[in-house]
């Protein structure tokens, strides 16, 4: 059926909105398994590079963020990951609007990406200026 729906979808031929919705589903774990793994490497580095950035006894993320936040951004993610494909099916045309999953997987991976990005920078600057973060 899946691939019924592949070579329809390549042949010009309009898939059913339950297609569609299918196209995405297939498509979640992959997702998933990007984003969790970029948000993951992040955390990694906001704990060991960003504690090099503080004054010892300092904690760079406050402990409880570090379970709450990526639990709620999972959670965010996959709501976010669901508003593709219902815009999709909201503006249906027969076809699922790969750019729109495109766009949205870069979007969430930067975003997942960047407390680790900060504790680089936040790292870099007290490496430059000598002095440890508060």
Do not use: H
């Amino acid at each position: 059926m899946l691939r019924n729906a592949y070579n329809r979808s390549n042949a010009g031929c309009p898939l059913s909105m339950w297609e569609i919705v299918r196209w995405w589903e297939i498509r979640r774990i992959p997702y998933n398994l990007l984003v969790g793994t970029t948000g993951i490497l992040s955390l990694v580095l906001m704990v060991f590079v960003g504690s090099m950035a503080v004054k010892p006894g300092d904690d760079f993320e406050e402990p409880m963020g570090l379970i709450f936040f990526p639990i709620a951004f999972g959670i965010m993610a996959n709501l976010c990951y669901t508003a593709g494909w219902i815009i999709d099916l909201v503006l249906y045309r027969g076809e699922p609007r790969r750019k729109l999953f495109q766009v949205g997987l870069i979007f969430s991976t930067v975003l997942a990406s960047l407390p680790g990005l900060w504790a680089i920078c936040a790292w870099l600057f007290t490496v430059y200026s000598g002095k440890k973060l508060d």
